[in-house]
């Protein structure tokens, strides 16, 4: 599986951004896709998940915030952040694999990872 993500970039505190992640190659493998990010001297954690029966799981220092939705059928899935703050900034990372309950919000328990994208919250 390769996830490929984008739209990350420089935004000012209370201002939107979208980031979207496609997945190719084996993505049955990928029941569960998720955003996670690691700020600077931070450890990784997670944002926000959604599974292929379109339950969502969103972490509570974005809730209310940020929502994730998927395409299945395109295997898309796209990430909107809003009301962002300056501690959003952070390096986000779309990731797959399959939904294991207590797990999910593991980065250890990743199977696949995309790139990273910069996002900047800044005045």
């Known amino acids: 599986v390769q996830l490929q993500a984008s739209g990350g970039g420089l935004v000012q505190p209370g201002g939107s951004l979208s980031l979207s992640c496609v997945a190719s190659?084996?993505?049955?493998?990928?029941?569960?896709s998720a955003w996670f990010r690691q700020a600077p001297g931070k450890e990784r954690e997670f944002v926000a998940g959604v599974r292929s029966n379109g339950r969502k799981y969103i972490a509570d220092s974005v809730k209310g915030r940020f929502s994730i939705s998927r395409d299945v059928a395109k295997d898309v899935t796209n990430l909107q952040m809003s009301s962002l703050k300056p501690e959003d900034t952070a390096v986000y990372y779309c990731?797959?694999?399959?939904?294991?309950?207590?797990?999910?919000?593991?980065?250890?328990?990743?199977?696949?990872w995309g790139q990273g994208t910069q996002v900047t919250v800044s005045s």
């Open positions: 190659g084996r993505t049955w493998n990928t029941a569960f």
């Open positions: 990731t797959g694999g399959p939904f294991v309950v207590g797990q999910y919000n593991d980065p250890s328990h990743v199977d696949y």
